[in-house]
Nanobody, 123 residues
Framework: QVQLVESGGGLVQAGDSLRLSCAAS????????MGWFRQAPGKEREFVAG????????DYADSVKGRFTISRDNAKNVVILQMNNLKPEDTAVYYC????????????????WGQGTQVTVSS
């Protein structure tokens, strides 16, 4: 079993940056692909970024390409989402998730979820 805890959210202005962290428990962390999702009020949870178990493979939603970067440190059991040039439409609760298979972009393919961290971007 994997437990995930997100941190790093907050209130920022448009154009600012934030760095989200996801700390994972469990010795099998390195065998999971990891993903970041977000959910805005009244909207479905959507894929933001994913990274394979080794860290070499990544995938991004079109809306964040060029602005967000996902990375992982398997020695520290941490996944990072670096968010630059934030926009008001990035406002959402951001969730970290773990998947036993390859990088996935749909919520039902993920096995474990964190509790989420709020990101609010003002214009």
């Amino acid at each position: 079993q994997v437990q995930l805890v997100e941190s790093g959210g907050g209130l920022v202005q448009a154009g600012d940056s934030l760095r989200l962290s996801c700390a994972a428990s469990g010795r099998t962390f390195r065998s999971y692909s990891m993903g970041w999702f977000r959910q805005a009020p009244g909207k479905e949870r959507e894929f933001v970024a994913g990274i394979g178990w080794s860290g070499f493979s990544t995938d991004y939603a079109d809306s964040v390409k060029g602005r967000f970067t996902i990375s992982r440190d398997n020695a520290k059991n941490v996944v990072i989402l670096q968010m630059n040039n934030l926009k008001p439409e990035d406002t959402a609760v951001y969730y970290c998730a773990a998947n036993r298979g390859y990088i996935a972009t749909t919520t039902h393919e993920y096995d474990y979820w964190g509790q989420g961290t709020q990101v609010t971007v003002s214009s």
